[in-house]
C-alpha cells in the first residue's frame, strides 16, 4: 500500500513539475496578428499594435519572456520599446500567461519613419529568462512593408506669409477751409477769405492744378445754418449761404485759370444739430449734458430749440460758444495724388532704388512673374531699407521659395528682431522648424501668428506631419493644395481629395503622385496609370518610389517603370 502511494505521488510531482522544467517552445507566427497591417505612417511615426495570443499548454510556468519588436530594412533594423511577460511561477510585475489557458498580450511597437522602411520586415525577438539560464528563440516575422502616404506631407510646399507693401498708385488728399458767417447773414467778408486755413487751401488747389502727378478730383462746397431760429429762414440762410460760396469759389477758380477741377458740387443744411452735438460735447461748458440729453430725448427741431431755451442760464453760452461755429460754408478740395507707373518702378529697381519709397519697391515684386526675379528685388528692398521688417521677411520668403533653407530662416530671424510682434516672420520662422522636425517650436511660433492669411495651409501641414489628420483637414478648409488632398486622402475623403487635386493651380510631380495613389484607393486602374506616369515624366525619382510604395501593390506597373 505505501508503494502504491509512493508511486502515486511521484506521477503527480511529475506532472506538476511538467508546466515549469520543460524549454519554451518555438513561437509561431500564427500566434501574433498586427494592426495595421502593412504598417502605415502616421505623421512621422510608423506606430503599430502587435496582438500575441498564447496557446493553452504552451508557456511554461517559471519562464520570463522579453519580446522586442524590430523592424528589418536595407541591412539595418531598428528596436521599438521592449515588452516582457511571465508564466505563472516567475515573481514579477509582468502581465501574467497562464499555462494551462494560454492568454492574449498586446504589445505597442513605434518607429520613427525612414524612408528605406517602405520594404521593411517586422520581427519579434525573444529573449528568455527560465530557472536562472537565459536563451533566445528564433525571431518570427509577423508584417512587411510600410504604407508611407502620410509621409508626403511636405512643409516646403507652404507658402510663408508675406509682409504686404502698402503701396497705393492714386492717393486721395482731401483739404479744407471754412468760411463763417455773422447771424442772419449770407454775404461773404473780406476777412474770412484772408485766414490762414483759406490761404493754405488755395495754394493747395494751385500747386495741384500745375503739377501732372496731382489731379483735382472734386471741390465741394457744404453751408450751414445754426439752429435757433424758424426752421424755414435757416433754410433759406443756409441756401444762400451756399450760393454766395459757390459764387465766390467759381471766381477764384477763373482768377487762377483753374479749368480742371474735376466736379464743382455743393450742398446745405438748414440747422447742422449734428455739428451742434459735436461741438457741445467737445466744450467745457458746464452743463453739457444736459444739453446732450434734450437732444436725445427729442427728435423734432422746434422742440429741441424750445427746450434748449429754457435752459437759460446755459443758452446765453451756447450762443457765445458754440453757435457761431456753425453759421459757415465748408470748402472741401479732394485731390489725387498719383505715383509712378509700373515700368517706372520697375526701371527705378534696378537703376535707382533710393528714389523708391519702400512699399514702391515690395509692389515692384508683384509685378514679376518668376521667382528669381522677386528674389532680387527683395534683396534690393532689404538692402536700401534694412530696418523695415517687411522687407527682410520677403527677402526670406523668396529665399524658401528657392529652397535656400539657411538664408530664409536668418531673413526670418532678422525680420522677427526688427518686428518682435509682427505675425508674418512668427509664421515663418514656424515653418522652418516644421522642416526641421522641431514640432514643439513650430506650434509656438504658429500660436504667435494669428491674422496671417497663409497660416491655415502652415498649421494644416503641421497637423498632417503631427498624425492629427482630422485637424489637418479642418485646418485646410477648401484649399487647393497637395497637402490639403493628401490629408483628405487619409481620413478616406476620397471625393474631395480628386476635387482638390483638380484644383490645384500649378500642378507638380507630387500633385500626379497623389493623383495615382488616389487612383489606387479608388481602385481606378487608368488614374493610376495616367497620373504615375505624368508624375515620374516630371521627377525620374518617383519611379523608383512607386516601385516600392505599398499604395501600388496590386497594379502592373511595368508599362511605366
Known amino acids: 500500500m505505501k508503494t502504491k502511494s509512493t508511486l502515486l505521488l511521484a506521477a503527480s510531482s511529475m506532472l506538476l513539475l511538467s508546466g515549469c522544467s520543460k524549454k519554451l517552445g518555438q513561437f509561431?507566427?500564427?500566434?501574433?496578428?498586427?494592426?495595421?497591417?502593412?504598417?502605415?505612417?502616421?505623421?512621422?511615426r510608423v506606430p503599430a499594435t502587435v496582438t500575441a495570443r498564447i496557446p493553452e499548454k504552451f508557456f511554461v510556468k517559471n519562464a520570463e519572456v522579453t519580446v522586442t519588436p524590430y523592424l528589418c530594412y536595407e541591412g539595418q533594423e531598428t528596436a521599438s520599446q521592449p515588452y516582457t511577460f511571465q508564466g505563472e511561477k516567475v515573481r514579477g510585475n509582468n502581465p501574467v500567461v497562464s499555462y494551462d489557458n494560454g492568454g492574449t498580450v498586446t504589445i505597442p511597437v513605434m518607429y520613427l519613419y525612414q524612408p528605406e522602411m517602405m520594404t521593411s520586415d517586422l520581427q519579434l525577438a525573444f529573449n528568455v529568462v527560465q530557472g536562472g539560464k537565459q536563451y533566445v528563440l528564433p525571431r518570427v516575422s509577423v508584417a512587411k512593408g510600410v504604407v508611407a502616404t502620410a509621409a508626403l506631407a511636405d512643409a516646403s510646399t507652404v507658402t510663408p506669409a508675406l509682409a504686404p507693401d502698402k503701396f497705393q498708385r492714386v492717393i486721395n488728399e482731401k483739404y479744407n477751409a471754412d468760411i463763417h458767417f455773422l447771424i442772419n447773414r449770407a454775404n461773404i467778408r473780406d476777412n474770412q477769405l484772408k485766414t490762414a486755413e483759406m490761404n493754405d487751401l488755395g495754394a493747395r488747389i494751385r500747386e495741384a492744378a500745375g503739377d501732372s502727378a496731382r489731379q483735382i478730383e472734386e471741390i465741394n462746397v457744404s453751408s450751414y445754418a445754426s439752429p435757433e431760429g424758424k426752421l424755414d429762414f435757416n433754410t433759406r440762410l443756409a441756401e444762400d449761404r451756399e450760393k454766395s460760396t459757390t459764387a465766390y469759389l467759381k471766381g477764384a477758380l477763373k482768377k487762377d485759370k483753374i479749368t480742371e477741377f474735376g466736379e464743382l458740387t455743393s450742398n446745405f443744411t438748414p440747422e447742422?444739430?449734428?455739428?451742434?452735438?459735436?461741438?457741445?460735447?467737445?466744450s467745457n461748458i458746464q452743463d453739457k449734458e444736459l444739453i446732450l440729453s434734450v437732444l436725445s430725448m427729442y427728435s423734432d427741431p422746434e422742440q429741441r430749440e424750445k427746450e434748449i431755451r429754457n435752459l437759460s442760464s446755459i443758452f446765453d453760452q451756447l450762443a457765445d460758444q458754440i453757435l457761431p461755429q456753425l453759421r459757415k460754408s465748408r470748402i472741401t478740395a479732394s485731390i489725387n495724388v498719383i505715383g509712378k507707373s509700373d515700368d517706372e518702378i520697375l526701371e527705378l529697381v534696378q537703376t535707382d532704388p533710393q528714389k523708391l519709397s519702400v512699399d514702391e519697391i515690395l509692389y515692384a515684386a508683384s509685378l514679376v512673374d518668376s521667382n528669381s526675379d522677386r528674389l532680387g528685388i527683395y534683396r534690393t528692398a532689404a538692402?536700401?531699407?534694412p530696418n523695415d521688417y517687411r522687407t527682410l521677411n520677403d527677402l526670406g520668403?523668396?529665399?524658401?521659395?528657392?529652397?535656400?533653407?539657411?538664408?530664409a530662416k536668418a531673413s526670418f530671424e532678422r525680420a522677427a528682431k526688427a518686428a518682435p510682434n509682427a505675425a508674418e516672420p512668427q509664421m515663418n520662422l514656424g515653418l522652418i522648424s516644421l522642416r526641421e522636425k522641431d514640432y514643439r517650436q513650430a506650434n509656438q511660433k504658429f500660436g504667435a501668428a494669428a491674422g496671417t492669411p497663409e497660416l491655415n495651409d502652415a498649421l494644416g501641414t503641421y497637423f498632417l506631419m503631427t498624425g492629427d489628420n482630422a485637424a489637418a483637414v479642418k485646418a485646410f478648409g477648401d484649399a487647393k493644395t497637395n497637402n490639403a488632398a493628401l490629408a483628405q486622402i487619409l481620413t478616406k475623403?476620397?471625393?474631395?481629395?480628386?476635387?482638390?487635386?483638380?484644383?490645384?493651380?500649378?500642378?507638380?510631380a507630387m500633385t500626379y503622385y497623389i493623383s495615382a495613389i488616389l487612383g489606387?484607393?479608388?481602385?481606378?486602374?487608368?488614374?493610376?496609370?495616367?497620373?504615375?506616369?505624368?508624375?515620374?515624366?516630371?521627377?525620374?525619382?518617383?519611379?523608383?518610389?512607386?516601385?516600392?510604395?505599398?499604395?501600388?501593390?496590386?497594379?502592373?506597373?511595368?508599362?511605366?517603370?
Do not use: H
Not at 272 to 282: H, I, R, S, T, Y
Not at 493 to 508: C, F, I, M, N
Open 272 to 282: 447742422d444739430w449734428e455739428g451742434f452735438q459735436k461741438l457741445v460735447g467737445a
Open 28 to 44: 509561431q507566427a500564427d500566434y501574433f496578428s498586427v494592426n495595421p497591417n502593412p504598417l502605415e505612417v502616421v505623421g512621422d
Open 493 to 508: 475623403d476620397y471625393s474631395k481629395a480628386k476635387s482638390t487635386l483638380a484644383g490645384v493651380t500649378a500642378p507638380d
Open 520 to 561: 489606387a484607393r479608388t481602385n481606378n486602374d487608368s488614374m493610376v496609370n495616367t497620373n504615375l506616369r505624368q508624375a515620374v515624366k516630371l521627377d525620374r525619382s518617383l519611379a523608383a518610389k512607386a516601385a516600392k510604395d505599398l499604395e501600388f501593390k496590386n497594379f502592373n506597373l511595368s508599362a511605366i517603370l
Open 383 to 385: 538692402e536700401t531699407y
Open 397 to 407: 520668403l523668396a529665399q524658401y521659395v528657392a529652397g535656400d533653407y539657411d538664408g
